[in-house]
């Protein structure tokens, strides 16, 4: 049912923009250009990493899907 589909897209949508403003909120800088009080990751390695492997994640060709026609797979 595309219904369903539709869901769980728009879901994991929501998931992952909620992830990624909490990776934002944790580098912000005040006026004074130190990390504010809030952002307790800011600068955190790991943070960076996982943020950097999502994204990576995220864009990558997905195995199987052919260029010309990516509703079909190979």
């Not at 955190?44 to 797979?73: D, H, K, Q, Y």
């Amino acid at each position: 049912d595309t219904d369903i589909v539709k869901t769980a897209i728009t879901n994991f949508a929501d998931v992952y923009n909620e992830f990624r403003v909490f990776v934002a909120q944790q580098s912000e800088l005040g006026d004074d250009g130190l990390a504010k009080e809030t952002a307790v990751l800011n600068n955190n390695n790991t943070l960076r990493n996982l943020a950097a492997s999502v994204a990576a994640e995220m864009t990558a060709v997905v195995a199987g899907i052919t260029g010309g026609n990516p509703s079909r797979f190979a």
